[in-house]
């Protein structure tokens, strides 16, 4: 949750004092991230320890129905960041080593090597079990029923697709690489009852996936064969951003380049657009405002004296940069909450020697510094 203080903020904070303003700057839709309990505070979320339990950190259940009634008083929807291509490995607190069948060989995961992200460390769901369908469709509507979520934007669907999960692929638009003994069939079925189940029970919905495979049929609906998504997000317009700030000079952008990965997307199949967030900006990398004027924000952005050059440059790209993912992007528009205000703080940064994170959303943006009119 995003405050003031260097600390993690409250539901109710974030609930009083920030939703104003995202509605006051025309925003329709909120995502909330890590909402899930998750013991571990470094995986921003998705080393999910309770499905079923609101993250204690800020606040309690109460606190976050406050928070989605607060949304709604403003007319702003409200998506829910849910994690079901994986789960926390952890034994303690977690779904590891549960048994769900009739025998201790039967759980929640796969067993052996293909339960396990070797990348993320966390254990893989066996979507053709009958129990972990009734699980994680039913941890759908505990969502939508208990807190009046308006839907979800579903945390790594590239995983979820393939036996491969992604890993070292690199997806030419073959539809080979599509449509194989690759494809995770168990899983694309289980998908397709999530997003049957949510637009029956809610018919409004908005059901977001993250896939950077560019899967065909991913968005359209599950009674035309699709697997049912009303949007995708447009992953590879924040990665051609990076690529150019931190590999090209000014000279060598190429527009052509650049409109051709704003405009590049699957005929009838809905896309939201974003110059970046959590996945560019603070895992392992920099926020687009740091890429463009890093340090000099520290000394270069002051009242009482002129804005230096990098400044100048900085700002004027970062709103070009933005307005291009807006106009040309898509059918929707995401921003990271935080990316427009360049004051320092906004970074990945490490407390103390414990490994504690604290990302953008909970760096302390100091919103009472924002002037009338500047995006949150």
């Known amino acids: ?10 539901y109710r904070e974030f ?60 007319g702003l929807r409200v998506l829910m960041d849910v994690v079901h291509s994986h789960a926390s490995n952890n034994v303690t607190d977690g779904l590891n080593g549960y048994d769900v069948g009739q025998s201790t060989q039967e759980s929640y995961f796969h067993a052996g090597d293909r339960g396990y992200h070797k990348l993320w460390d966390s254990r893989l769901f066996n979507y053709a079990n009958w129990e972990v369908l009734r699980f994680l469709l039913s941890n759908l509507r505990y969502w939508l029923d208990e807190f009046m979520f308006d839907g979800f934007r579903f945390d790594g669907v590239t995983s979820m697709l393939y036996h491969h999960h992604g890993i070292n692929v690199g997806f030419t638009g073959n539809y080979q690489e599509y449509f194989s003994l690759d494809t995770a069939v168990d899983a694309v079925v289980y998908m397709m009852l999530a997003n049957h189940l949510m637009h029956k029970l809610l018919p409004e919905a908005t059901v977001v996936a993250e896939d950077v495979s560019g899967m065909p049929v991913l968005c359209r609906p599950v009674d035309e064969g699709g697997v ?34 704003l ?44 804005a230096s050059p990098t400044i100048d440059r900085g700002i004027a790209l970062q709103k070009m940069i933005h307005f291009i ?22 970074t990945f940064q490490e407390k103390g020697t414990t490994g504690a994170m604290i990302n953008a959303d909970d760096s302390g943006a100091l919103w009472t510094l924002i002037t009338c009119g500047t995006s949150t």
């Open 263 to 306: 405009t590049n997307r699957r005929y009838t199949e809905k896309c939201i657009a974003y110059a970046e967030s959590h996945d560019q900006s603070i895992v392992g990398d920099k926020t687009i405002a740091f890429l463009l004027m890093d340090k000099e924000m520290y000394t270069g952005m002051s009242d009482l004296q002129p």
């Open 228 to 261: 049912g998504f009303d949007y995708r997000l447009a992953m590879a317009i924040p990665d051609r951003w990076i690529d150019y700030l931190k590999n090209k000079d000014d000279s060598e952008w190429s527009m052509g380049e650049i409109a051709h990965t």
């Open 15 to 74: 609930a009083d004092n920030v939703l104003p303003r995202i509605r006051a700057n025309n925003y329709n839709t909120v995502q909330l991230m890590a909402v899930m309990e998750h013991s571990y505070y470094a995986s921003f979320g998705y080393h999910v320890t309770n499905f079923f339990a609101v993250s204690s950190r800020s606040g309690t259940p109460e606190d976050l129905k406050y928070l989605v009634d607060k949304a709604h008083s403003l």
């Open 325 to 346: 993912t807006m106009a040309l992007g898509g059918d929707g528009y995401l921003n990271f909450m935080g990316n427009l205000v360049t004051q320092n703080g906004l």
């Open 1 to 10: 949750m995003s405050g003031e203080k260097p600390a993690v903020s409250t």
